[in-house]
C-alpha cells in the first residue's frame, strides 16, 4: 500500500521568501503530480512529474522528483501571496491510473 | 467545454436517507474517479473505473456503490447516509493512454448527513 507524507503540513513565510515542501512516499512510483486547492474549491493541477529527475518550473513554484529517493520536493522562490493555498503531492501506483495523495501542506504567505 | 461537473453541489440528509451524485465530464476520459475529502486530510479515493461499464474500489468504499453506465457519466450511490459520511465528495477523469495528462476534477458536492 502506497503511503505518502507531506512536510510540513502547515507553512507561514513572509512574502519574498524561499522555501520547499517535501514529498515522501513509501513504494516504487514513477509518476507524481501535484496539485493546489484554495480554500472551498477544487483541486487545480500544477505539475506533472514522469521520471526520475523531472524538473518542472511555472513561475515562481519548482516541482522535482527522485525515484530512487522516493521524493517529491515543490520549491517556492521569492513567495507572493497569491500563493497561499493547500498545495497536494500525489505519486501514481505502479499499476497505473490510481493516486494516493498526501495530507497536504497549507501555505500561508503574509506581507 | 464544460470539463468535469457535479450534481448537486450541496446536500443535506438525515441518516439513513439515500441518495445518488452524478459526476458528468464531456472530454472523452476514459478513467474516472469518486473522493472524498475531509477536513484536514487530503483526498481518499473511494471507487474508481476505467472505462464504461467497469468499476473498482478504492481506499474507502464502504457505504459506497458506483455505476458508469455511459462513458461520461460516473455516479455515486449512498444507500444508507450515516453522519460519518459528512464529506466533500469530488470526482475527477482522465485519459488512460496519456500519462502527462493529470486528473481533472469537478467542483466538488458537499455533503452533510445530520
Known amino acids: 500500500e502506497l503511503k505518502v507524507e507531506q512536510n510540513p503540513l502547515f507553512l507561514s513565510m513572509q512574502e519574498e521568501k524561499n522555501y520547499t515542501i517535501y514529498c515522501n512516499y513509501s513504494?516504487?512510483?514513477?509518476?507524481l503530480y501535484w496539485y493546489r486547492q484554495d480554500p472551498g474549491k477544487s483541486l487545480e493541477s500544477l505539475f506533472v512529474?514522469?521520471?526520475?529527475?523531472a524538473v518542472k518550473q511555472e513561475g515562481r513554484l519548482m516541482a522535482s522528483l527522485d525515484t530512487k529517493a522516493r521524493l517529491s520536493t515543490l520549491h517556492i522562490t521569492a513567495a507572493v501571496h497569491d500563493l497561499s493555498a493547500t498545495y497536494f503531492c500525489?505519486?501514481?501506483?505502479?499499476?497505473?491510473?490510481?493516486?494516493?495523495f498526501g495530507e497536504g501542506t497549507q501555505l500561508t504567505v503574509n506581507p | 467545454n464544460a470539463g468535469v461537473t457535479q450534481t448537486p453541489k450541496f446536500r443535506v440528509l438525515k441518516t439513513g436517507q439515500s441518495m445518488t451524485l452524478l459526476c458528468a465530464q464531456d472530454?472523452?476520459?476514459?478513467?474516472m474517479y469518486w473522493y472524498r475529502q475531509d477536513p484536514g486530510m487530503g483526498l481518499r479515493l473511494i471507487h474508481y473505473?476505467?472505462?464504461?461499464?467497469?468499476?473498482a474500489k478504492g481506499e474507502v468504499p464502504d457505504g459506497y456503490n458506483v455505476s458508469r453506465l455511459k462513458k461520461q457519466n460516473f455516479l455515486l450511490g449512498l444507500e444508507s447516509a450515516a453522519p460519518s459520511q459528512t464529506s466533500v465528495y469530488f470526482c475527477a477523469s482522465s485519459y488512460f493512454s496519456e500519462p502527462q495528462e493529470t486528473q481533472y476534477f469537478g467542483p466538488g458536492t458537499r455533503l452533510l448527513v445530520l
Open positions: 513504494t516504487t512510483s514513477d509518476r
Open positions: 500525489a505519486p501514481e501506483e505502479t499499476s497505473g491510473s490510481r493516486l494516493t
Open positions: 473505473s476505467v472505462g464504461e461499464g467497469t468499476t
Open positions: 512529474l514522469l521520471s526520475n529527475g
Open positions: 472530454m472523452n476520459h476514459e478513467y
